[in-house]
């Protein structure tokens, strides 16, 4: 189960238009689904901007990098050979394993010769007289095809705020999503991290390790849990694999594609003792999410998140021995309304004497300098600089590739308000376009790769009637948008993501609109809507012959 590099056979060559049934764009774990499942049927080609398949999980090996759910979950379903047959090493699984896995699929499903890889899709025109689409990359590849399949990823673009003196900086600068492939090494160097999401909480207590001095600058803190990984035991392991199929169903069938245990009810049930026996289960137990579902209102009702958050916060109070920085380090917004993160040692890195905590919140960065960077009171001498500041969330991935629709509208134009879709998978004006994962989708709140199966499935299956039936277009329209765009924002309504600026209303990229991009409806009732539209003879969607 190595990586195994192929000779490819490129089945398109750059130069004059070829023609395709259907391109898919990104080699992450949904482009591929998507592959595996409709190159039998059609004629499918792959545009993959990095040399190798994985998306996510080939871009961000930064130090630390692992994924925070359980790898027997966090897993393809479709084959039950697969994934009877893989060994997850650990538990929650790090990058170069997930990049394998990654691998392991393109070659077992024989997927490398439909992918060109190295091709960034850089234009994608809409032809309304042939009602195809045109797709060029960077190489010069061009492609028409009938449908497009955007499997561009969630967090893809990545975001470095636009600080004064970037360019001048005479050390190593590195985002940590585009990190490189060779070992960086950080042995007795001043290391700057910015940012504390997953990623910063991740790769912080690895470079602490070896960094002479690591600077982690904190804007806001995050809300960590230890994830407690360790090997997978291998009675676990066969737990999983004699029930797959039945966890499987579950996971389909559950708010965010998961298998854990959702029976809880509202705090106020319990008693105090009781409400604190349950936090320290989940807070012990193998999933952060664990930590979140502890009572069924605890992302509804203020109070009971409270307590959650509460108990989080004596967590790190307990850890870390600084009070002060302890503080810093305690969050003050609802748990659970940014992302929250699982980490290995994160508070305990605090303890260290080479780690320093700056507040950025109260001394902002206000540029780089050759020799490090400054913040509204100070100066850092540092060698490397890690920026580990996130992504243009949700619609970036989609907007930079130069999309435009009937009458040549542009996609940036189309969401210049914030981005609106029907299902999260449409957008009215651009027929035959399908997103995994947009906006408007549960994406990023759901189990990725069980929730790309689940949509590529639903796309593949409304493909298929498009073809037996003879439709030319499928499109959507404002009003769908708009009916949707009040589902996606009554359910957000319902919870308390809003009451926090966070990349799931855009609030993280300076200038971007705010708009609420996540379906919290749950992916259960996610899918039981997208089924429905399809078996009622697709309501709010116009297919044309
Ligand atoms: P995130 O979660 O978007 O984190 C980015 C971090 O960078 C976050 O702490 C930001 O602070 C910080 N940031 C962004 N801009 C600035 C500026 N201008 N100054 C200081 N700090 C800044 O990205 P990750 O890569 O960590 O994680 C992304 C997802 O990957 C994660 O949610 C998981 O799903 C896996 P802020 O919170 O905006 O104040």
Redesign the pocket.
Known sequence: MTTVATVRKPAISEGPAETADIVIIGAGFSGMYALHRLHNDYRVVCFEAGDGVGGTWYW?RYPGARV?VESMQYSYGFDDDLQQEWKWPELFSAQPELEAYANHVADRFDLRQYIQFSARVNRLRFDEDTNRWHVHTERGHHVTCKYVVAATGS?DAT?I?N?PGLESFKGQTYH??KWPKERVDVTGKRVGL????????QAAPVLAETADHLYV????P?YSMPSGNRPLEPDYEREWKDNYAARRAVMYQSPSAVFLDWKARPAADYTPEEQNRILEEAWKSRSAFQLLISFSDSLTNRKSNDLIAEFARQKIRQIVKDPSVAELLCPNYPIGT??P?LDCGYYEMFNRDNVTLVD??TD??VGITPTGLRTTSASYDLDIIVF????D?MTGSMTRMNVTGVAGIDLRDRWHAGPTTYLGTFIAGFPNLFMVHGPGSPS?LAQMISGGEWQVNWIAGVIDEMEREGFERIDTNLESEERWSAEVNTAADATLYRST???YVG??V?GKPRAFMVYTGGFDKFCRICTEVQRSGYRGLDRTK
Do not use: E, H
């Open positions: 961000n925070d967090l975001n705020p600080w940590t999503s910015i940012g504390t999401g997953s990623s910063g909480v600058f904190q804007r806001t995050a940014k992302r993160c950025v919140r902002p960065i580990a500041t996130g992504f969330a990023v600026d966070s990349w609030a993280n300076a």
